[in-house]
């Protein structure tokens, strides 16, 4: 019964989230339909707070989860946001909970609003809002932002990759690659399709051999100390960014100005550890006029928009997060489980995501239930040696 309340309201989370970045929230009803998403997902959270106040937690579980519960409260306070209290329900409420199950259920809905949204928007039932029409020609694909379709594909193949495992065939994964081309095409978005197209590969040559990890599982536990340098080598990234140096200028053009508005963000807020009020301009369908903002100013690294946003204490919080998860994955040898967080962690340097569950559900796995039954483990085992025959 546990199970089933956090399904429900990771459901009713993920849908009420997806719409809001839909090309829906313009127009005249719009205000009624965030309101409506808005109250949905207050009933998500409601049902989670339901399973956690349900749930029998050991002494040590139930200290670690007060504490980080006082920081999230504390960062709060800080800048304002109650977002990541709120997210921090649907990360408590997950403790338990078939992690497997939870990645499937994300990856079906998303992808059925992201298939809904495109063929609505190429059928002209809903705007393709087209982006920068005199350079890049970008469509919306019915969502607010050209952007936001190639993400939520990334992490829509990441999902069914983990799920699928050694069982995705080599057309699967053509097929993959043709839509994220297509997507490249429409949208006009580098960075997710260059990373979607290499770990597609990846993920294709690792399958194809068939050699169960063999190489890259003799790091073992050194995965754990990822998501610790790759923070830091996120913040030296930014703070060390040189508009004078020659090289720093030409990495920064190629990652879209992102290093430029890294480091103006990091001298014109400063570093503080509870985070402070900070009103993010970027570009949208919906973008309005912002008191106190002139200008975009939007930072789209997620280690460096959290740290603050939030505060240092709290991206700590988020990095022990996913060294849980890694470690986790690690000891139960889930390889597919272990690059698809390191991919995350990577892509969370140039996309602001490391923590915005409607795209990203794999924070959840430093909580949920990694261990597959022991029936399932042994139909994997003998349906790879198969074909290894």
């Known amino acids: 019964m546990a199970d089933f309340l956090f399904y429900v309201a990771w459901a009713l989370f993920l849908l009420s989230s997806l719409l809001e970045h839909t090309i829906l929230t313009i127009g005249e009803n719009a205000d009624m339909l ?23 937690y050991h002494r040590k579980i139930l200290l670690s989860g007060i ?16 977002v990541m209290c709120l997210y921090l329900l649907v990360l408590f409420a997950a403790f338990g909970i078939d992690g497997r199950q939870s990645i499937k259920i994300s990856y079906r809905i998303q992808a059925l609003v992201l298939g809904i949204f495109i063929t609505l928007s190429l059928g002209g039932i809903v705007t393709d809002h087209i982006f920068e029409p005199d350079s890049r020609m970008r469509h919306g694909l019915g969502f607010n932002w050209a952007t936001t379709a190639p993400i939520l594909y990334l992490y829509i193949i990441l999902g069914y990759i983990y799920i699928k495992r050694e069982n995705t065939t080599c057309i699967e994964y053509l097929i993959m690659e043709c839509v994220n081309i297509w997507l490249y095409k429409m949208t006009d978005t580098r960075m997710a399709f260059i990373l979607s197209s290499l770990f597609l590969l990846f993920f294709a040559l690792e399958g194809l051999f068939r050699n169960r990890w063999k190489y890259w599982r003799r790091l073992g536990m050194l995965y754990c100390g990822v998501p610790v340098l790759l923070s830091f080598f996120a913040f030296f990234l930014h703070w060390g960014y040189d508009a004078e140096n020659e090289i720093w200028s030409k990495l920064n053009s190629l990652l879209s100005n992102r290093l430029y508005l890294g480091k103006n963000a990091i001298a014109t807020y400063g570093i503080s550890l509870f985070g402070q009020k900070i009103r993010w301009v970027g570009f949208s369908v919906r973008r309005d006029t912002v008191s106190g903002v002139t200008g975009y100013n939007y930072v789209d690294c997620s280690y460096i928009q959290m740290m ?38 990577g892509f969370g340097i140039t996309e602001p995501r490391l923590m915005n569950f409607a795209f ?11 261990r597959q039954p022991e029936i399932e483990r042994r139909k994997e085992f003998y349906l790879c040696k198969s074909r290894n025959h």
């Not at 946003?309 to 000891?331: P, Q």
Request: with cysteine; aromatic share 16%.
């Open 67 to 82: 504490m980080i519960g006082v920081i999230f409260i504390l960062s709060y306070l800080g800048s304002g946001n109650r």
């Open 308 to 345: 603050l946003e939030y505060g240092v204490i709290f991206l700590a919080i988020v990095v022990g997060i996913y060294t849980i998860a890694v470690y986790r994955a690690v000891k139960e040898e889930d390889w597919y489980l272990v690059f698809a967080l390191l991919i995350v962690l």
């Open 34 to 56: 965030l309101m409506c998403m808005k109250l949905v997902r207050y009933i998500a959270y409601g049902i989670c707070f339901i399973k956690i106040v349900n749930g029998r």
């Open 360 to 370: 990203n559900p794999f924070p959840l796995m430093a909580f949920c239930r990694l």
